[in-house]
């Protein structure tokens, strides 16, 4: 009994190495920082979360949560290359950890299946808004079309893709109308405003393995500086929205982050836009929007 339970135990274990592996393939850092989006839209949508919607909540967050890792692993995937000649990247690659491009294709497929199969359970337009966001990140990820380096193109792929993602929670409980829309843009902005600042930190990298992003078409300065100034037009859309009663009035105070995201983006260029200040940075911004998100959907819930 001793010798068969051994056994067991020795052909499980490499089973575990194995899923634990896959799973350390997916950043589930960025897929985290990516999920009130479409919860929020999911808020805006049903007006007050009751015990009703809690399954298609549920599931909404299963199913983005498959989705975004999808996204990391098929831009992984695409480009390890690139990152097996960074340094400080190379050492966290799925190769460094021993899985094969195949593994991590299927493993990306994969995800992308469960996530439509989880969409498909609320309705079909959440569905079909789902399919768009798979579709935009394989025109930008994929090896064939490689559209992150195509200079404003991949910007606006972020734009039309940070507004799919906010009205995959929108279209799960209720039809896309104009309110979603223009709130949707929103969530655009700070998508693309984000993808230029990404593209400034990673500029060094890019330029080494010839991806012409807009950092490396335009200058890591000129990148930095469009990101700033989308950052700050998605602060006076959001208090144009709270005027206009599109969101809860109170996101007015939106308008009280400009002076603080302004600060921490100076402090930034004087340190020269290194990848260390360009973190520091983002870990800033990613805090603002989160609070902004946190009061959108506590004073919907509550009213």
């Not at 399954?55 to 097996?84: E, P, Q």
């Not at 005027?243 to 260029?269: Q, T």
């Amino acid at each position: 009994m001793t010798q068969i339970a051994s056994d067991t135990v020795d052909q499980t274990r490499p089973r575990a190495t194995q899923l634990s592996r896959w799973l350390s393939c997916i950043r589930f850092d960025e897929v985290a920082a990516l999920q009130a989006t479409p919860i929020i839209g999911a808020v805006l949508s049903i007006g007050a979360l009751s015990a009703s919607h809690a399954l298609t909540v549920a599931i909404l967050i299963a199913g983005n949560l498959c989705l975004m890792a999808h996204v990391f692993v098929l831009n992984d995937w695409s480009g390890i290359d690139g990152d097996l000649k960074d340094p400080d990247r190379a050492s966290r690659t799925f190769a460094a950890k021993g899985l094969t491009r195949r593994e991590v294709g299927y493993l990306a497929g994969s995800l992308l299946a469960i996530s439509l199969l989880l969409f498909g359970l609320i309705n079909t337009r959440a569905l079909v808004v789902a399919i768009t966001v798979a579709g935009l990140s394989a025109l930008y990820s994929s090896p064939t079309l490689h559209l992150k380096g195509a200079p404003l193109f991949s910007s606006a792929l972020h734009f039309v893709g940070g507004c799919m993602h906010f009205l995959i929670g929108y279209a799960a409980f209720g039809a896309i109308n104009a309110q979603g829309l223009v709130v949707s843009c929103f969530f655009g902005l700070v998508f693309t405003a984000g993808h230029f600042t990404h593209e400034a930190r990673d500029y060094d990298v890019d330029l080494l393995n010839g991806i012409r992003t807009n950092a490396v078409a335009f200058g890591k300065t000129r990148s930095f500086v469009a990101g700033l100034v989308l950052f700050i037009s998605a602060y006076a859309l959001m208090v144009a929205l709270a005027v206009l009663g599109l969101v809860p009035f109170a996101l007015v105070f939106a308008a009280a982050f400009i002076p603080v995201h302004l600060w921490a983006s100076r402090r930034a260029m004087l340190a020269g836009l290194t990848s260390e200040s360009l973190y520091r940075l983002q870990r800033c911004y990613r805090a603002l929007f989160a609070t902004i998100g946190i009061v959108m959907i506590s004073m919907v819930a509550l009213s």
